[in-house]
Structures are given as C-alpha cells and as structure tokens.
C-alpha cells in the first residue's frame, strides 16, 4: 500500500480548514447588522390555519409523528439506528444552535411571534431547537428508506465528480458573496464538508446521501416554505436581506438549502461513523 505524503495531508488538512477560518474570521469580526428583517415575500398560497401561534409546533407535529410511527416498519427497522442517529443529532444540533443564536443577536435572522408559542432559550424559540432535532430525525429516515427500497445506487460511480462539483461551487459562491454572512456562512462550511470528505473519508454511502437530500428538497421546500411565509400572512423566519443573495426558490432563500445540506449531511457523516461506517 503507498503511503500518504505529509506534504500531500498538509496540503489537504489547509484546503479544508481555509473556507472554515474565513467564516470564524467573519463570525468574530461580524457586528449587530442594521434593523431591516424582511416580512413581504413571494406567497405561494394563504393557509388560514396557520395564522396560529401554533404554526411552527404545526410544521414540527406534521413531520414527526408520521415518521415516528413509520419507524416500526418491518422492512426499515429505522427505530433500530436511534442508538446511532441520536448521539449524531444531538451534536450536530450543538453546533447549528449556537450558529442560530449568533445570527438572531447579530439580525441576520429573527422569529415571527405570531407563530410561535413565546417559550425562549438562548433568544430561540423553543420550535427553532426542536428544529435540529425533527429535520434530521426525518431526512435520515428518508435515507434509509431510499437505502432499503432502491437496491442500486445510482450516484455512487459519480460520488467524486458530485462531491468535486458541489465543493467548487459552493466555494466560488461563498467566495463571491464574502460579505453576505449567510451566504458565506452556509456555502463556506459546506464546501469545507465537502473536501473533509473527499480527502480523508473514503466511504460508499456518500453516493446514496446526494439521492436521499435530493428527494428531501421536495419535503425541504414545503417544510421552509411555511417557515419563510410562502404559506402565511408573514413569514415565521424572517431574513435580513442585506446578509444573503436575495435569490428565493419560491419564498425560501437559496441558502437554506446549503445550510440543510450542511446540517443533514454532518448529521449522517457522525450516523455511519457510529455505526461503523461502510
């Protein structure tokens, strides 16, 4: 077996920790951003029933449950792996809520009080942490599922491509938007996932996970699409306009998406290295 270069591991190790210390370096350097949340979005359709302060529980309640129940079926066994999932969630949740509780001090982001019951920890709501919990807990789920019912993997033979793809764009976007705190928060850190992985974890699961997140949009963008008021009177998230793109899927801006991919993807990478990876 040909062993690793030093220099070859240096050269890695500092292509991934650079995007990582430009964000660091932004998050530190970073001030309370002037007052400017914005309220009117895109509506995709007005569902008077979320017009609640329960809307958010609503979203949380609706995702849950039904994979909760399905966790029990007898071909997926998904209640199995909550020995693996949960340590994985729990820490990845560590990371995205002191993130979350940094942009909503600094008025990258704030909540909408009409939808949410009022019980604050940290400045978030108490939906915003059941959030880290209940998205992952149901895109892994999807992910296994897929794992069960699609014996092929399809993405695996372009694993590399897919992942040198995502990290060159992701990298040029976050490098572009520099000053854009969310944009190059989310697109940046990613990136840095991205070559992490491709450098130093030589696993076959990866091809499989770009399927799952890529079905998971279509529940992604319904879910966020209630959250940034595609569905309500004003969004329950409310966004500063002056930290991102401005380019919205609908009513969801377009960084949500690397920041769920972020986050789904940290949460699966711990999930099959707890168990063991493959």
């Not at 990582?20 to 895109?42: D, M, N, R, T, Y």
């Not at 915003?128 to 998205?135: D, N, P, S």
């Not at 076959?204 to 799952?212: I, N, T």
Request: aromatic fraction near 20%.
């Amino acid at each position: 077996m040909q062993e690793k270069s030093p220099v070859g591991t240096t050269l890695k190790s500092f292509l991934v920790a650079v995007p990582i210390a430009v964000v660091a370096v932004q998050w530190l350097l970073s001030k309370s951003v002037a007052p400017g949340l914005q309220s009117e979005v895109f509506q995709v359709a007005r569902l008077s029933w979320l017009e609640t302060p329960y809307a958010y529980l609503y979203l949380h309640i609706f995702t849950f449950v039904p994979i909760f129940l399905l966790s029990f079926d007898k071909n997926v066994h998904y209640y199995t792996r909550w020995r693996y999932l949960l340590p994985a969630i729990t820490l990845v949740a560590a990371f995205f809520i002191g993130w979350d509780a940094l942009f909503t001090a600094r008025g990258v982001w704030g909540f909408n009080d009409t939808y949410v019951l009022g019980k604050h920890f940290a400045d978030l709501p108490l939906e915003e942490w059941l959030f880290f919990f209940i998205v992952p807990f149901a895109c892994v789920f999807i992910y296994e599922c897929l794992n069960f019912y699609v014996k092929k993997d399809w993405l695996g033979p372009y694993d590399k491509q897919i992942t040198i793809g995502l990290a060159v764009i992701l990298l040029l976007v976050g490098g572009w938007y520099w000053q854009q705190l969310y944009t190059v928060s989310a697109c940046l850190l990613s990136a840095a996932l991205l070559l992490y992985h491709l450098f130093f974890l030589p696993v076959s699961w990866r091809g499989r996970f770009y399927l799952a997140y890529a079905v998971s949009l279509i529940p992604f963008l319904l879910v966020n699409g209630v959250l940034t008021g595609g569905y309500t009177q004003q969004p329950v998230v409310l966004y500063n306009p002056e930290e991102m793109i401005g380019f919205r899927l609908t009513s969801v801006p377009v960084e949500d998406s690397a920041y769920g991919f972020l986050l789904i993807f940290g949460v699966t990478t711990l999930y099959e290295r707890f168990r063991g990876d493959r």
